[in-house]
């Protein structure tokens, strides 16, 4: 299984990683969420389950997936003998997060960060390993990438009249 939890349970990097599985060996993804209920911000695919989170389930999939993608590291105190934890957080912080904030850490085999500055930050913050760092960007960031004239268009701009565009996205 590949398990999915967050905060909040539809963080924009686990549905940026959802929908990059398409064509992936995650045949069986199980979604940690606080209300089963809730609408799905996303097409959902088949072979996809949605458990309650701090359910027993929660715990079970948390325990038995070969993979956990979480925004703030593994939920349990050890990580499972066999299983990778990728802690894709949910942005850069240019505030204290973690230890630095006097937070308890957690566990994850490896976290996502933008740049070594971070890979450093990060670290600190989680209490692991910098080398755990993976230079990859955040997953939500993949989005910014490509042809989005539909979304100039609905700010109003016209993008070719300008040969530079500088659009802040704070978290």
Same mark, same amino acid.
């Given at each position: 299984? %590949?398990?999915?939890? !967050?905060?909040?349970?539809?963080?924009?990097s686990l549905i940026a990683l959802y929908e990059s599985? &398409?064509?992936s060996r995650y045949e069986k993804? +199980?979604? %940690?969420?606080?209300d089963i209920s809730s609408p799905r911000p996303f097409a959902e695919? @088949?072979?996809?389950?949605?458990? #309650? #989170?701090?359910?027993?389930?929660d715990l079970w999939y948390g325990m038995v997936s070969a993979i956990v993608f979480t925004t703030h590291g593994h939920f349990l105190k050890k990580i499972p003998k066999g299983q990778v934890c990728v802690n894709v957080w949910h942005g850069m912080p240019? #505030? @204290? +997060?973690?230890?630095l904030a006097g937070e308890e850490g957690k566990e994850s085999t490896c976290f996502c960060c933008t740049s070594t500055l971070y890979q450093g930050v990060l670290s600190r913050a989680f209490g692991v390993r910098k080398g755990q760092g993976l230079i990859? !960007?955040?997953?939500?960031n993949d989005y910014l990438y490509g042809d989005h004239s539909e979304v100039w268009e609905k700010m109003g701009v016209?993008? &070719?009249n300008y040969k530079k565009v500088f659009?802040?996205?704070?978290t």
């Amino acid at each position: 299984y %590949c398990y999915l939890k !967050g905060i909040p349970s539809f963080d924009d990097s686990l549905i940026a990683l959802y929908e990059s599985f &398409e064509d992936s060996r995650y045949e069986k993804i +199980v979604w %940690c969420v606080m209300d089963i209920s809730s609408p799905r911000p996303f097409a959902e695919r @088949s072979g996809t389950r949605f458990v #309650k #989170k701090g359910s027993a389930l929660d715990l079970w999939y948390g325990m038995v997936s070969a993979i956990v993608f979480t925004t703030h590291g593994h939920f349990l105190k050890k990580i499972p003998k066999g299983q990778v934890c990728v802690n894709v957080w949910h942005g850069m912080p240019f #505030k @204290s +997060v973690g230890i630095l904030a006097g937070e308890e850490g957690k566990e994850s085999t490896c976290f996502c960060c933008t740049s070594t500055l971070y890979q450093g930050v990060l670290s600190r913050a989680f209490g692991v390993r910098k080398g755990q760092g993976l230079i990859t !960007g955040i997953p939500r960031n993949d989005y910014l990438y490509g042809d989005h004239s539909e979304v100039w268009e609905k700010m109003g701009v016209r993008i &070719e009249n300008y040969k530079k565009v500088f659009l802040w996205l704070p978290t």
